[in-house]
């Protein structure tokens, strides 16, 4: 009874801290779509030039991927509460600091703003890391696929919030949506300070010794790889597909309806991800990420009809969902714990920072070239992550374990 009631409480803390970075990862992503609906509006509302009404929206992208190495760096010292309720206090200012731009009329200082939103994210996308580091032994895939799924909160509420936010204060559009954006960020400050998660264990390496001995690990390579192909391809698309069916005649409604769809097969199956790896292992679920995958791209290619456009994104986002948590699971099992900070630090700078190329081209390919050609072109670097986890499931089996166990 005494030799199992550690282990019982111990579960029983993990359970909890798992559970606390779901909520969190919901309030993150329900802050990331109210940002995705607003910010080039209010931009385009405040910019004398109209041409830089994006700029604030990108700046976010800028400042996440600036700060994803500081932040798990700060995170692999201080502990995941620390780092997760700094990186909240700054998305608090942030939205604040937006809601006075809108009030004032301050192209600037929304400029500003978004830098601040772009730092909190910087933090808030290692919410799926620390749920690995907070599972037992085996089950980590099921814990940062359930953190993962927290994003479910986005999609259910996210269009609402937006739409009853949006004139909630006259005469000052958007206001109300970047105070929303603040109550979300408050909402995961006490979550933050909620958590109870272990303090690193022992000193972390430094960047370069930790990077050395990752990049050293084919495992890891690959793991970076999976990341990098299921958010770029997927954000690709995704970010070009509004544009692609304003184009085809769509009209909006399609379109939202269409991003919903993509946006619940990005989240829903999470719930479920983490069970399927436990039961036929990782490599063969990252493998079937890659293939739904490749068949969004052969249907979008296929047509330019609104079921075209559903079914293509909606089977993206089951692909992104597969291969996405089983890449970060895979990172997980490739770093020893002196590692965990600049292993992940880089893995999240390389992978968002092409994310946030691939928001900034995809405009600029689908007025260059048609929808079937930019669909085709996402193609390949599919195929040649496929090829890699194939060559890494002959090696290590469909059951890869952590280094050092």
């Given at each position: 009874m005494t030799a199992t009631a550690p282990a019982d409480a111990a579960q029983g803390g993990s359970r909890r801290s798992i559970a606390l970075l779901s909520l969190s990862q919901g309030f993150y992503t329900v802050m990331t779509m109210l940002l995705v609906t607003v910010s080039g509006l209010a931009g385009y509302m405040l910019a004398e030039d109209k041409t830089l009404a994006t700029l604030p929206f990108a700046l976010t992208f800028i400042a996440n991927t600036a700060t994803t190495i500081p932040a798990s760096m700060l995170m692999a010292r201080a502990g995941r509460r620390t780092g997760f309720a700094i990186g909240a206090s700054f998305g608090i200012a942030g939205?604040?600091?937006a809601a006075a731009s809108i009030a004032i009329g301050s192209f600037l200082l929304l400029c500003a703003a978004m830098v601040l939103v772009g730092m909190s994210n910087g933090f808030s996308v290692f919410l799926r890391h620390a749920a690995g580091e907070a599972a037992p032994r085996g089950r980590e895939a099921r814990a940062i696929a359930l953190v993962?799924?927290?994003g479910l909160m986005a999609a259910l509420v996210g269009p609402t919030l937006a739409r009853a936010?949006?004139?909630a204060i006259a005469p000052y559009p958007f206001l109300g949506t970047y105070l929303v954006i603040a109550g979300a960020a408050t909402l995961m400050l006490v979550a933050a300070l909620s958590l109870d998660m272990r303090r690193p264990a022992g000193p972390p390496k430094s960047l370069a010794g930790g990077l050395g001995a990752a990049f050293r690990r084919p495992r890891y390579i690959i793991a970076v790889m999976a990341g990098i192909t299921s958010y770029t391809v997927m954000n690709l698309l995704m970010t070009a597909t509004p544009l692609a069916m304003a184009a085809c005649g769509l009209d909006f409604a399609n379109t939202a309806q269409v991003i919903q769809w993509h946006v619940l097969g990005m989240f829903?199956?999470?719930l479920i991800v983490g069970r399927l790896i436990e039961r036929f292992g990782l490599m063969p679920v990252m493998f079937g990420g890659c293939i739904?995958?490749?068949m969004a791209i052969g249907v979008g290619a296929s047509g330019i009809s609104l079921?075209?456009?559903?079914i293509s994104l909606t089977l993206l986002g089951l692909g992104w969902s597969a291969l996405f948590v089983g890449a970060t699971t895979l990172v997980s099992l490739s770093l020893?714990?002196?590692e965990r900070g600049p292993g992940q630090a880089a893995n999240d700078f390389i992978v968002f920072g092409l994310v946030a190329l691939s928001a900034f081209f995809s405009g600029q390919l689908i007025e260059r070239f048609d929808w079937a050609t930019l669909t085709m072109a996402a193609l390949p670097p599919v195929a040649i992550t496929a090829c890699a986890l194939g060559w890494l499931w002959a090696m290590d089996g469909t059951r890869p374990r952590a280094v050092g166990a």
């Open positions: 939205a604040l600091v993962i799924s927290g936010s949006r004139d829903a199956p999470a739904l995958m490749a079921w075209h456009f559903r020893l714990p002196a």
